[in-house]
């Protein structure tokens, strides 16, 4: 591509797949500068030392990846085999690559290793281009970035951001951005449900053994079930009790942590992640592996990618090597499609077991 008007045939926006079930907004990219707005907008924020492969036209299982900068060229040449088979196990047939940073090289390098790696696959490249955040160059001209300024484009200001913000849709600045909306900004309501949390665990673990705890088990259960419902169903938020309580039973227990992921379903997967990340956000590090979790699989069901990466981030720093996350982080991983997700059946589950 050595003309930034040459782009004329990338897709509506609907193409460019992020997995959601929303209704995507019918807007068509008609060169690179429309590209680089409709990345933050697919993403949820702007990207920095990034790798983004975006899925152009029909594929069987449309995605977006975006990866940080690979360190040196060996982690390239993996990073690279590792997209391009991704996409080829997709169906992806056309794609576009964007290199953000202001290493003319690096970006040369990157984009000629993922664009032959992709080409292998019968994968058509449809564009390569470096951007800086404020200029564009076309990784295709071997001068580009060398001896010319590039193009100019601000994807802040672009009409197709415009329209996301009327839309409702939420870009943030940077990556770092995003993570940082799991973080909570009131101490005092930490304490004060690590404490009530404490007492839950102490009331759950002073049960009689035997079918009495059993019974017990199959209460929370329901009750689980309920709250997470009553939230889902009507937007009631839980109150310092309630998160207490349903951050120590998903913590302290599989099953009841169970009950709560097979309530996330593809339908109300955005009500599931409004509620999680809430819990997240109020719960002390200790009880943040569980919710963390399932915050990344209520993402990855609603097709937001990215902020699943972040939960998952968030809980196996709680606790490493936690099985759900770590689960998610596979997903995530091999860009498998929500809905290659099968429900679990609830009858395998307290209190619905017979």
Request: charged share 25%.
């Amino acid at each position: 591509m050595s003309d930034h008007d040459s782009l004329d045939d990338l897709p509506d926006a609907r193409d460019l797949d992020d997995l959601r079930d929303r209704p995507p907004a019918a807007l068509r990219a008609r060169g690179p500068a429309d590209l680089l707005a409709l990345v933050p907008r697919l993403l949820g924020f702007h990207p920095e030392q990034s790798v983004v492969l975006l899925t152009v036209g029909d594929a069987r299982t449309p995605f977006h990846a975006r990866v940080d900068l690979p360190a040196d060229p060996v982690a390239a040449e993996e990073l690279s085999g590792h997209l391009a088979r991704v996409a080829a196990r997709n169906g992806v047939t056309r794609a576009a690559i964007v290199v953000y940073t202001e290493d003319a090289g690096l970006a040369e390098m990157l984009g000629d290793e993922l664009g032959d790696r992709l080409t292998a696959r019968d994968v058509e490249v449809v564009c390569r281009i470096r951007a800086d955040g404020q200029r564009w160059w076309d990784l295709e001209d071997p001068c580009a970035g060398y001896d010319d300024d590039g193009h100019g484009y601000d994807a802040r200001s672009h009409p197709l951001l415009a329209q996301a913000v009327v839309e409702g849709e939420v870009v943030l600045p940077s990556r770092q951005a995003l993570a940082d909306t799991l973080v909570g900004d009131d101490p005092d309501e930490v304490d004060r449900v690590g404490t009530l949390a404490g007492e839950a665990v102490d009331r759950l673990a002073a049960s009689p053994s035997g079918p009495a705890a059993a019974r017990r088990l199959d209460l929370e259960a329901v009750w689980v079930r309920r709250r997470v419902g009553r939230f889902v169903d009507a937007g009631v938020r839980l109150d310092s009790h309630d998160v207490a309580r349903l951050a120590a039973l998903t913590t302290v227990s599989l099953p009841l942590r169970d009950v709560a992921w097979a309530e996330i379903s593809r339908k109300d997967a955005a009500r599931h992640v409004d509620l999680w990340r809430d819990v997240v956000r109020r719960v002390p590090g200790e009880l943040r592996a569980a919710p963390s979790a399932l915050l990344a699989f209520a993402a990855w069901l609603a097709g937001d990618g990215a902020l699943a990466w972040c939960a998952v981030d968030r809980s196996l720093q709680a606790d490493p090597g936690y099985g759900l996350a770590t689960l998610v982080a596979q997903a995530l991983d091999g860009a498998v499609p929500p809905s290659a997700w099968t429900p679990m059946p609830r009858h395998l589950l307290p209190p619905f077991a017979g």
